[in-house]
């Protein structure tokens, strides 16, 4: 007879393996069929059973954060995706989770770094935790996590050219006050915009406030690194308002 929770089972399912604790096996067995099909709900489920009986097992909780992202349950995604990383900071599947959980949220710049560090796991190139193979869910979450840090880096870009153009047209026709209130509120967001920062300073510098107008060309050059358009008009406004 079998003492309950003094063995393990190895699951292969996926295209890997995963070394499961105690009664989990089953439980998992019927998560990973559900989220072939689909039923998110159950296979939630059945993670939840899992993971009771292997608290401690990095691949089910990060699965369970992918179920939860599937539902749109950010929240649960986050916590249990995080959870994963924790027990194994290295888990591939929870840092594509985590990138698409970023993406999602906005989180530009998380995103993109959960990326690099599930890439640099060696994700979908057979280098990842899954018993040194390739695997079809790593490489689903991998393409579809460069896709969707990919398009949200597009939409920013959009975002500001749209936003730069718009400030250039009130500038151009002296509407200086609403540029400066156009332009403000978005540097909140996207502080890293240079070109957005030399807008602003000609913003102020049409409504003659010289000091916000160099500190905002400044800003512009301190961000673009001295260098690119940004930078370069920025440096020309700021010889215009001091003469040097």
Not at 39 to 67: M, R, S, V
Not at 188 to 197: F, G, H, Q, T
Request: hydrophobic letters at 40%.
């Amino acid at each position: 007879m079998r003492a309950p929770n003094c063995w393990l089972a190895v699951v292969f399912v996926l295209g890997f393996a995963t070394v499961v604790k105690g009664d989990g096996e089953q439980y998992l067995l019927a998560a990973r069929r559900a989220m072939r099909s689909r039923d998110h709900t159950t296979a939630i489920e059945n993670y939840l059973k899992a993971i009771a009986a292997d608290p401690a097992n990095a691949d089910i909780h990060a699965e369970l954060g992918i179920a939860y992202l599937n539902m749109n349950n950010l929240s649960g995604a986050d916590s249990r995706l995080k959870k994963a990383k924790s027990i194994d900071p290295k888990n591939t599947v929870a840092l594509l989770g985590l990138a698409l959980l970023y993406s999602r949220r906005g989180e530009k710049d998380k995103a993109k770094q959960s990326l690099k560090e599930a890439e640099q796991t060696g994700a979908g190139r057979g280098g990842g935790l899954r018993g040194g193979g390739e695997n079809r869910l790593e490489q689903r979450l991998l393409q579809q996590a460069r896709r969707e840090v990919a398009g949200a880096t597009r939409t920013e870009v959009k975002g500001t050219v749209s936003v730069s153009r718009k400030a250039a047209q009130l500038i151009r026709m002296g509407d200086y006050k609403e540029a400066v209130e156009l332009i403000t509120p978005i540097l909140d967001d996207k502080p890293e915009s240079a070109m957005l920062y030399v807008w602003l300073g000609k913003a102020y510098q049409g409504e003659g406030n010289w000091t916000e107008a160099k500190e905002a060309f400044n800003k512009a050059i301190d961000l673009s690194n001295g260098s690119g358009s940004a930078g370069r008009v920025a440096r020309r406004q700021l010889k215009i308002i001091t003469g040097r």
